[in-house]
C-alpha cells in the first residue's frame, strides 16, 4: 500500500510539472474503460433530471443537458454535488418519475468510479491551515503534559464553530483578547503546577442546582454507598495549608427556611473518602409563618478549618440516611420542579419528611500556606532536584527540555535551548530556582509551537505538489483526532526515531490510543457536536408542561447516551448499531421515565428494551429532547436532524418572512402538532422544503418533547405515519428505522464525512470524496466497526498527506 | 463579589456626603474606586452598546407622537430617572440585514451594528464589516488597558444553532474588530473579571509592575520564537502566525499602558464565583463590571448582548416560560404580546439600574454617566414579520455630548448606519461614511 501510494505520489508530481495544473488532468484511458457506463449514465441523465435542470430553466442553477460526461474528472465539484442528491435520494424529487434503485445504484456507481480512478493517479489531500488547539485540546494538553486538571472552560473562552465543529483549523483564529487569556491561563497553570506561593487565598463555590434536582438518592459514586443526597467535587488544593470548608443548605423561596428542618439530620463531609467532620443538626418545631432568624441561618455553623495538602482531592458531602429503605423505595416525594416541593415547609406522610439539601460548597484558602513537597504535578515536571546553586542550570535544562519536547511534540534543537534557559534565567533573577522554572514554563505554555499545530512543506516543493507528512506531524494528528490532545512519549518517541509509518507500528499505536482512556476525549467530543448533544446542557423544558424534566433526568439523559457511545466503540461494534441497537443503559430514573419495569436505584446498567418503541440512538431522551421545543415537539427540526446528521443531506434554509407555526395555547379546541403543521403547509411557500423535512420529523412524534412515549397528542391519537425522501411511506418508528436502513449507505458515507472533518479540522471537500468512499469500501468487511473506520481514515490521503498551495 | 474590609471606613465616610447608592452586587465597592483622579483637562468619553434580541413589541416601545416624550412607552419605563438625557429614536433602518433570501436572523444581528450584508458562508470565508463600537475602541483603546470589553447574557458555543448558510460567528457577537474577525462575547462574569484584573490578587503597584515585567519578558521570547517559525512556511500559514504576532503586539501596547498606569489605586475586589441562576442576576453581574472597567478606566468601550437571535431562554423569574424566539412570533396574540413587553420591560429593567450605578460615581466634573454615551436597541422592530425597518432604537447621553433629550425623534428612510455615524461624531471620531449610511442625522443637538 505504501509503495503503491509512493508510485502515485511520483506519478503525480511528474504529470503536475508536465501539466502546469493539477486538477484538471483527465487521463482518457480511465474514461475509455467506462464507455458503456457512460452511455447509460448520459441516458440516466436525460430521462430523470434535464427536464429541470436544462440550460433553459437552470434549476438551483444546474445545468446538467450541455455537460459532456467525457469530463467528469474535471468538473468532479459539480458532479459530486449530483452524486450527493442522488445518494440520499433526494433527487429526482417526489412527484416526478424515479429510477428503480439497480439502476440508480449502476449510474451513482459508474459516476464515482470514474472520479475515484481519477483521484488515485492524482490524489488531492488537501491542506489544513495551522491548527491552533481549541479549549478542550489546551486542557488535555495541560493534564497529559503536567498532570494537571483544570477546565478550559473557566480558563479560555469558547471557540468558534465551523463544519458542525469547534476544532476546525480555519475559523481558530487568534484575537488580542484571546492572548490575553492565553497568557493569564499559562500563569495560573504554572502557579499551581509548581505550587507558588502568590497564588494567595481565594474562594471557590460550587453551587448545586435548586428547584430541578432532587437530593434524595445517592447522587454520585464519589459519596459513600447509602448515603443521600449532596455532591461530590473535584477540588484542586494549590498549597499546603489551611482551608475553610463551608456548606450552605437550601432554602424554602417564601421565608429563606433552611428546608428540612422539620426532623434531626446528619451532614458527613469527607476528603478523598475519609471523614472529616460529621455535622449534627437538631430538629426545629415547624413554624410555617413565622421568619425564625435561627431557621433561616441553621446552616451557619457548618463549616471547619482544617489542614490539607496540596493536590486534587475529592470534596464530598451528603446527608447519612434518617432511615434504611432499600435505595428508591422509600417514600414517594414531590418532584423538585413542582409548586409543592418549592413552597412546602410542612412534611406529610405521604411524601414523607422534607428533604435538607446542599445549596452551595465553599472551599476558602490556603491559609498559612507552604510550598507542597509533592504532587502529582511536581512529580513530572522536577525530575531532578539541584542541590547547589552550580547544579542549577544543568537540572534546569533537564527539566525544561523534557517538558518542551513533550509541549512542542517534537525533538528539540539548540535555538530552542538557549531560549529555554533564557527565560529560566530571567525568572531565577526575582526569585529562586522554582521561580525560574515557573516562568520558563509559562513561557512554554504560550509558545506558538505549543498553542498552534503547524505542519510545514518539505523545502523546495513545488507548488500544487502533495506530499507525505513527516512521522512527527502524523503523531499530532493521530493524538489530536484519538485523545484532542498531545502525543504521549511513547508515539512521540516511535515518530521521532521515524517508524511510524510502518504500517504494522501505525495499526499498533491506533488500536493503543483507541484502548487508552485519553479516546473518551473523542467519544464526547465528536459525538456530543456531532448528534448535538451540547444543547442538551442549555435545553429548557417547559416546566408546566413537563414538571417531571429535573436536573436528575436530564444527567440521567446525558449518562445513558455517554454510556451506549463508549459500548458501542469499546466494544468495537458496527457504525450501523447506532440505530438499531436493542438495548440502552438506565437507572431507575430514566426506566421509569421510558416505563422499563424492575429497574431499582441510581446506579446504571445495560438493559434490553422490552418492546420495539425504541431503538438505538433514536429512541434516546437526549436526542428526543435536544430536537424539541421547550414546550412541544418539532417535527421540523426532528426532520432536520435525519436529514442532517443522519443522513448527510441539510435541508435547504427557510425563506425570508415565514408566518408563524400556531401554537395551542388560548385556543378552545387543542389540535396536534401534526393538524397544526399541515395546517401551516399549505402555504405554497413552505410545502416545497417541508414536504420533506416535516413527514421525515414525524416518524418520533410518538415520542414528547423530553423523549417520553405517547400514544395522544392533544388527545388526538398520535400519527406517526410520513414519507423518507425517496418516497417510501411508513406507519410507525418501527417501520421507519427499518427503511431507514435501506439509507445505509447515505448513513455510513455520511458518518465517515463527519468523522474525517473531526479528524483533519477542516470542511471535507469534493476533492476528499474518492477517499471517503475508499474508507467505506474498507471497512465494509468488518461491517464498519469503530476501529476499522478510524483505521481506514488514518492511512487515506487526506489524513496522511498534503498538498502545497498553488501560488 | 465581596469587596475587602479595607474600604469599609470609606465607605462610611461617602454616606456621610450623601453619595452611597444601591449596588446590590457591588454594596461598598464604590468607595475604593471613587478614588481614582482624573488629572488630565480633557474629560473621558465612552460608549456602552447594549444589544436587545428578537425584536421589540413596538407598541409598548413607541411613543404615539414625535416631540417631547411626555409619558414615557411602557417598555422604557425604567428609564423614568434618565428622561431628559434619552433620545427615542424611529424609522431608522437596517437595510443590510433584507435579502430575498433565507438566514433572516444571521443578517439582522450581523448588519445592525455595521451598516453591511454579511457574506453568506458557513466556512472560514466569514465577512462583514468593523462595527460600531470597535471604530471607538481604536481610538478610545489608544490610551487604556483594553481597548474594549464584549459581553452576552448566553453561551456561544452551541452547535445546530447557527443558521443555515450563515457562520455561527454572524449569530454570536455584535463587535466585529473588521471585516474578519468577529469578537467573542463572554458570558462568564468571572472571565470578564480576569480580563479586567488580571490573575494576580494583589493590586499594590509594586506587585503589578513586576508582574508587567515578567509578561514583557514571556512575550519577547515568543516574538522571536515566531520570527523564527515563519520562516519556512507557506503564506496562507505566515499569515496566521502574522495573527498571532498581532496579537502579541497588542498586547504589549496595553502593557505600556498599565505601566504608565501602574501607580493607580484600584478596588481591591473578590472576582466572581460563577454564573448567576436569574437573569437578573446575571445581568446587572455583569453590569457591574462594566461600571468597574469605566470607573477604573480599563476601557471605555463595551457591548453587551442582553440575549443573540433566536435565543430561546425562558424567563421564569418574571413569570414568562415562554421561550424567548418562539414567543417573539406572537401573531398578534394579546396575551403573547403582553409577555414579550414584560420581557423587553424586564431587560430594560436592568440597563436602567445600571446607569443608575453610573450615574452615582463621580468622574472629573461630574458623574461617569455624565460622560458616557449609549446606544440600546434591537435588529428587528416587528419579530414576527421579522421586519427591519423602523427599529426600536434608544440613546441615552451624558451632559458631554451637547445631545437634547426628552425627545422622540422620527425618520424616515434612513440608515441606522447614520445614526451610528452621528455618535461616533458625538464622540469625537470623525469618519466619512459607516456601513450603508448616505449621511448623518440632524436633530440630534437641536436647540
Same mark, same amino acid.
Given at each position: ?807 | ?53 428578537? @425584536?421589540?413589541? =413596538? /407598541? ?6 414625535? +416631540?417631547?416624550?411626555? $409619558? #414615557?412607552?411602557? %417598555? ?52 462583514? @464589516?468593523?462595527? =460600531? /463600537? ?6 478610545? +483603546?489608544?490610551?487604556? $488597558? #483594553?481597548?474594549? %470589553? ?56 509594586? /506587585? ?240
Amino acid at each position: 500500500m505504501r509503495n503503491l501510494l509512493q508510485i502515485f505520489i511520483l506519478f503525480c508530481l511528474v504529470t503536475t510539472v508536465a501539466n502546469e495544473s493539477n486538477a484538471q488532468v483527465t487521463p482518457e484511458n480511465i474514461v475509455a474503460t467506462h464507455g458503456s457506463g457512460l452511455s447509460a449514465t448520459r441516458s440516466f441523465i436525460d430521462s430523470y433530471c434535464v427536464s429541470c435542470h436544462n440550460g433553459r430553466l437552470k434549476t438551483a442553477g444546474l445545468v446538467l443537458d450541455k455537460l459532456d460526461l467525457k469530463h467528469v474528472t474535471g468538473e468532479a465539484e459539480l458532479w459530486e454535488k449530483v452524486l450527493r442528491k442522488l445518494r440520499t435520494r433526494m433527487m429526482p424529487p417526489a412527484g416526478r418519475p424515479r429510477p428503480n434503485a439497480d439502476t440508480l445504484a449502476n449510474v451513482v456507481t459508474s459516476l464515482e468510479s470514474v472520479i475515484d480512478r481519477a483521484a488515485i493517479s492524482l490524489p488531492d489531500p488537501g491542506r489544513p491551515a495551522v491548527h491552533r488547539l481549541n479549549r478542550f485540546e489546551y486542557s488535555n494538553a495541560i493534564r497529559d503534559l503536567l498532570a494537571l486538571e483544570v477546565d478550559g472552560r473557566s480558563l479560555l473562552p469558547a471557540d468558534d464553530a465551523g463544519y458542525g465543529f469547534d476544532n476546525i483549523a480555519d475559523v481558530l483564529s487568534v484575537s488580542p483578547g484571546l492572548m490575553e487569556r492565553y497568557l493569564a491561563a499559562a500563569e495560573k497553570i504554572a502557579r499551581l503546577a509548581i505550587g507558588d506561593l502568590a497564588i494567595g487565598t481565594t474562594a471557590e463555590t460550587y453551587k448545586l442546582p435548586y428547584l430541578s434536582l432532587l437530593q434524595e438518592d445517592r447522587m454520585s459514586d464519589d459519596l459513600p454507598a447509602g448515603s443521600q443526597g449532596g455532591t461530590a467535587i473535584r477540588h484542586y488544593f494549590p498549597l499546603d495549608g489551611n482551608y475553610l470548608i463551608k456548606i450552605r443548605l437550601q432554602t424554602e423561596p417564601q421565608f429563606s427556611k433552611v428546608r428540612g428542618l422539620d426532623h434531626p439530620q446528619q451532614i458527613d463531609l469527607r476528603i478523598d473518602g475519609e471523614r472529616v467532620k460529621l455535622f449534627a443538626m437538631e430538629a426545629q418545631a415547624a413554624d410555617n409563618y413565622m421568619m425564625k432568624t435561627e431557621q433561616v441561618r441553621a446552616d451557619n455553623g457548618l463549616e471547619v478549618r482544617i489542614p490539607i495538602k496540596a493536590g486534587p482531592r475529592v470534596v464530598a458531602v451528603t446527608f447519612l440516611r434518617q432511615k434504611w429503605y432499600m435505595e428508591s423505595l422509600g417514600p414517594e416525594r414531590l418532584p423538585a420542579t413542582s409548586f409543592g416541593f418549592a413552597s412546602g415547609t410542612r412534611s406529610d406522610e405521604r411524601h414523607g419528611k422534607q428533604l435538607m439539601g446542599v445549596d452551595t460548597l465553599t472551599i476558602e484558602g490556603p491559609f498559612n500556606p507552604q510550598a507542597p513537597k509533592d504532587t502529582p504535578s511536581r512529580q513530572r515536571i522536577f525530575v531532578c532536584h539541584p542541590n547547589t546553586q552550580g547544579q542549577e542550570s544543568g537540572c534546569a535544562e533537564q527539566i525544561l527540555v523534557a517538558l518542551a519536547r513533550r509541549a512542542y511534540r517534537r525533538p528539540l534543537h539548540n535555538g530552542d535551548v538557549t531560549r529555554l534557559m533564557r527565560s529560566f534565567n530571567a525568572g531565577r533573577v526575582n526569585g529562586d530556582f522554582e521561580t525560574g522554572i515557573q516562568q520558563a514554563l509559562e513561557t512554554i505554555l504560550v509558545s506558538p509551537e505549543f498553542l498552534f499545530r503547524i505542519e510545514r512543506d518539505p523545502s523546495g516543493a513545488l507548488p500544487g505538489t502533495v506530499h507525505d507528512l513527516t512521522d512527527l506531524e502524523l503523531a499530532s494528528r493521530l493524538s489530536f483526532f484519538l485523545w484532542s490532545s498531545i502525543p504521549d512519549d511513547q508515539l512521540l518517541a516511535i515518530a521521532a526515531e521515524g517508524s511510524l509509518r510502518n504500517a504494522k507500528t501505525l495499526e499498533q499505536q491506533v488500536q493503543r490510543m483507541l484502548q487508552d482512556p485519553k479516546s473518551k476525549a473523542f467519544i464526547q467530543n465528536f459525538f456530543d457536536q456531532w448528534l448535538w448533544l451540547r444543547n442538551l446542557a442549555t435545553a429548557r423544558p417547559d416546566q408546566k408542561i413537563f414538571p417531571e424534566f429535573d436536573e436528575s433526568l436530564r444527567r440521567a439523559f446525558a449518562t445513558e447516551t455517554q454510556l451506549f457511545l463508549e459500548n458501542q466503540f469499546h466494544n468495537d461494534r458496527g457504525l450501523l448499531e447506532l440505530l438499531t441497537a436493542d438495548y440502552t443503559f438506565v437507572n431507575e430514573k430514566l426506566a421509569r421515565h421510558y416505563r422499563m419495569p424492575h429497574v431499582y436505584g441510581s446506579h446504571f446498567r445495560q438493559v434490553h428494551y422490552p418492546g420495539d418503541q425504541r431503538k438505538g440512538l433514536l429512541g434516546h431522551g437526549s436526542i428526543l429532547t435536544v430536537t424539541s421545543y421547550p414546550n412541544r415537539t418539532s417535527p421540523v427540526v426532528r426532520g432536520k436532524w435525519l436529514l442532517e446528521t443522519l443522513l448527510g443531506a441539510p435541508p435547504p434554509a427557510p425563506p425570508p418572512n415565514v408566518p408563524p407555526f400556531p401554537e395551542n395555547e388560548g385556543q378552545i379546541q387543542q389540535r396536534s402538532v401534526r393538524e397544526r403543521m399541515e395546517q401551516h403547509r399549505k402555504n405554497p411557500a413552505c410545502a416545497g422544503c417541508h414536504a420533506q423535512l416535516d413527514p421525515l420529523g414525524f416518524a418520533l412524534e410518538n415520542f414528547n418533547g423530553i423523549g417520553e412515549w405517547r400514544n395522544t397528542d392533544a388527545n388526538m391519537p398520535v400519527d406517526a405515519s410520513g414519507v423518507l425522501p425517496g418516497g417510501e411511506k411508513f406507519d410507525d418508528p418501527a417501520q421507519f428505522r427499518s427503511m431507514l436502513l435501506s439509507y445505509r449507505s447515505a448513513f455510513v458515507s455520511n458518518v465517515v464525512q463527519k468523522l474525517l472533518t473531526y479528524a483533519l479540522g477542516r470542511g471535507v471537500e469534493y476533492y476528499d470524496m474518492p477517499a471517503v468512499r475508499q474508507i467505506v469500501r474498507e471497512t465494509e468487511r468488518q461491517n464498519h466497526s469503530w476501529s476499522s473506520i478510524i483505521l481506514a481514515i488514518v492511512r487515506s490521503v487526506p489524513f496522511q498527506m498534503r498538498k502545497v498551495p498553488v501560488l | 463579589m465581596i469587596i475587602t474590609k479595607k474600604c469599609l471606613s470609606r465607605r462610611t465616610a461617602l454616606r456621610g456626603i450623601g453619595a452611597t447608592i444601591a449596588l446590590p452586587l457591588l454594596d461598598g465597592m464604590v468607595p475604593a474606586l471613587t478614588a481614582l483622579q482624573r488629572t488630565a483637562a480633557k474629560p473621558v468619553r465612552r460608549l456602552g452598546v447594549v444589544y436587545a434580541a428578537n @425584536g421589540m413589541v =413596538m /407598541d409598548a416601545w413607541q411613543p404615539a407622537t414625535e +416631540g417631547p416624550l411626555e $409619558q #414615557l412607552p411602557p %417598555i422604557q419605563q425604567p428609564l423614568a430617572p434618565f428622561k431628559d438625557r434619552m433620545l427615542i429614536l424611529s424609522g431608522l433602518d437596517s437595510k443590510e440585514a433584507d435579502a430575498k433570501d433565507t438566514g433572516v436572523h444571521a443578517r439582522i444581528q450581523a448588519a445592525w451594528l455595521t451598516g453591511v450584508r454579511p457574506k453568506r458562508t458557513e466556512g472560514p470565508d466569514i465577512r462583514l @464589516g468593523v462595527s =460600531m /463600537d470597535q471604530i471607538a475602541a481604536r481610538e478610545f +483603546g489608544k490610551e487604556t $488597558q #483594553l481597548a474594549s %470589553i464584549e459581553l452576552a447574557m448566553e453561551p456561544t458555543d452551541l452547535v445546530g444553532a447557527c443558521l443555515p448558510g450563515y457562520s455561527c460567528a454572524y449569530n454570536n457577537t455584535v463587535a466585529w474588530r473588521d471585516a474578519t474577525t468577529p469578537l467573542p462575547m463572554e458570558f462568564d462574569p468571572r472571565a470578564v473579571f480576569e480580563r479586567l484584573f488580571g490573575t494576580t490578587r494583589s493590586t499594590s503597584p509594586r /506587585d503589578r509592575l513586576r508582574y508587567i515585567q515578567k509578561r514583557r519578558s514571556i512575550l519577547d521570547d515568543v516574538t522571536e520564537q515566531v520570527h523564527d517559525l515563519q520562516r519556512g512556511i507557506g503564506s496562507g500559514d505566515r499569515a496566521k502566525l502574522g495573527q498571532y504576532l498581532e496579537a502579541i503586539r497588542d498586547v504589549e501596547r496595553r502593557l505600556d499602558r498599565a505601566e504608565a498606569q501602574a501607580d493607580q489605586e484600584l478596588p481591591d475586589v473578590e472576582r466572581p464565583a460563577g454564573i448567576p441562576a436569574t437573569f437578573d442576576e446575571h445581568a446587572r453581574l455583569l453590569f457591574d463590571l462594566a461600571v468597574l472597567a469605566f470607573q477604573a478606566d480599563l476601557t471605555r468601550v463595551f457591548t453587551f448582548a442582553l440575549g443573540r437571535e433566536l435565543s430561546i431562554r425562558t424567563f421564569p423569574e418574571i413569570g414568562v416560560n415562554d421561550s424567548h424566539h418562539p414567543l417573539s412570533h406572537h401573531q398578534n396574540d394579546p396575551e403573547k404580546l403582553a409577555k414579550l413587553t414584560k420581557l423587553q420591560t424586564f431587560q430594560m429593567t436592568a440597563f436602567a439600574s445600571f446607569l443608575e450605578k453610573l450615574h452615582a460615581i463621580p468622574d472629573g466634573d461630574g458623574t461617569l454617566l455624565d460622560h458616557s454615551l449609549f446606544l440600546y436597541g434591537a435588529g428587528m422592530s416587528n419579530s414576527n414579520l421579522h421586519y427591519m425597518y423602523d427599529l426600536p432604537t434608544l440613546v441615552v447621553a451624558g451632559r458631554e455630548f451637547g445631545i437634547r433629550g426628552g425627545r422622540h425623534l422620527v425618520y424616515g428612510d434612513t440608515p441606522l448606519a447614520n445614526l451610528h455615524l452621528t455618535l461616533l461624531d458625538k464622540l469625537g471620531l470623525q469618519i466619512e461614511r459607516f456601513g450603508d449610511s448616505n449621511g448623518r442625522l440632524e436633530l440630534l443637538a437641536d436647540v
